[in-house]
């Protein structure tokens, strides 16, 4: 059952959203979860925690448990089939998290909902959010089932399809990438490293293969019109196509696959009232350079203390937040933007950008802003 009160309503359950509710948690806040989701996701897209992500999440006591369970790749290499173009190294990063780690998405909203029910708080499931009115004091947020809850404050974290941001008039200004992606976990044998993300820039197209604990991996690929569910035959050819030639990669299985379309789109404002936006629902980009969920975790750990201090009096916070991690949202943007025009150029100019990125991976600079850029800590106030 809902509470008919509560300090923070957040919606969505998913990484963002279940973030800002350990931190208010933690902090003694009465803070309600919704997800129109019976239960959470088995699958999902995000399957990368960056090293300024842990940083943030450690003070909520949830990164010693994420990285205890996934695979520490301290290496990202682009790569022309097998020749070398761009390799990154992560373990001179001055963090205390000198790697990506990889996990599934599903993996870090356990964590997440387990550290969340450890605080007294939990996920009300599934309820829809069909209005919500304001007014001076608080949030009025009625569900389609006809429940309602009066919040002082409201989040949405409720992704790219946000109700909560239609709801409160906010704009979504951008567009949307012509090209679909694929996107599987697999079991594969071969040429590929168990413990290293590789962006594979081929003159035949882009794809990613990154491994993943339990011994799959997850490929990412960008192609003209991608199945709905791709099988091993579709994940073999890209494979041919695009990776490693020396030691052929071999597909044994397809665990799940879907596809999607990219938008690359930021809020016209992060706060309407006391209404406030977090990840999916405030920015959508491309999935490369794994910054989607990466960003989202951290505007909800910088919301989580703005939504304690505005609970205490300090309304003023929560326009702080807008005016830190918007800017942000528009560097991740344009930057997951910059590597997706690269990976997508037609065939005739990708020979020539990938001699141009050898030619830079020579400059000591070049890699190391990248594992900056990659890693998050540029984005450290």
């Known amino acids: 059952m809902l509470p008919t009160s509560t300090d923070v309503l957040v919606v969505g359950a998913g990484p963002t959203g279940l973030t800002v509710a350990v931190s208010l948690a933690g902090q003694g806040h009465d803070v309600t979860v919704v997800d129109n989701q019976a239960a959470g996701d088995n699958t999902s897209r995000a399957a990368v925690v960056h090293a300024r992500t842990l940083e943030v999440l450690e003070p909520l006591g949830v990164s010693g448990r994420l990285t205890g369970l996934g695979i520490h790749a301290r290496r990202f290499t682009i790569r022309d089939r097998d020749r070398l173009l ?87 200004t951008g567009g949307q990438y012509a090209e679909s992606f694929s996107l599987a976990d697999v079991r594969l044998g071969g040429g590929v490293p168990a413990d290293e993300v590789v962006l594979y820039f081929s003159p035949a197209g882009l794809v990613v293969v990154a491994p993943l604990p339990g011994g799959s991996h997850r490929i990412v690929a960008t192609v003209d019109e991608a199945p709905a569910v791709p099988d091993a035959a579709f994940v073999q050819a890209l494979l041919d196509a695009r990776g490693p030639q020396r030691d052929p990669v071999v597909v044994h299985e397809v665990i799940w696959g879907s596809r999607f379309r990219v938008h690359h789109r930021v809020a016209d404002a992060y706060r309407a009232g006391r209404v406030v936006l977090a990840g999916d629902a405030a920015h959508v980009h491309s999935p490369a350079g794994g910054q989607g969920m990466n960003t989202g975790i951290q505007d909800a750990t910088v919301l989580g203390e703005a939504l304690s201090a505005a609970l205490k009096g300090d309304e003023a916070a929560l326009d702080a937040y807008g005016a830190v991690r918007r800017p942000v949202a528009e560097q991740v943007v344009a930057f997951a933007g910059r590597l997706t025009r690269l990976a997508t150029l037609s065939r005739s100019i990708r020979p020539v950008r990938n001699l141009v990125l050898r030619a830079l991976a020579h400059v000591a600079g070049f890699r190391r802003n990248l594992a900056w850029r990659l890693s998050g800590l540029v984005y450290r106030a």
């Open 86 to 172: 761009v390799p990154v190294e992560f373990d001179r990063l001055p963090t205390a998290y000198p790697y990506t780690l990889m996990i599934s998405q599903a993996e870090t909203e356990r964590i997440l909902l387990e550290r969340l029910t450890e605080l007294g708080a939990r996920v009300a499931r599934p309820y829809t959010l069909q209005s919500l009115v304001q007014d001076d004091d608080g949030v009025t947020a009625t569900m389609t089932d006809g429940s309602a809850v009066r919040a002082r404050y409201l989040v949405g974290a409720d992704g790219m399809h946000s109700t909560v941001r239609e709801q409160a008039g906010i704009g979504f």
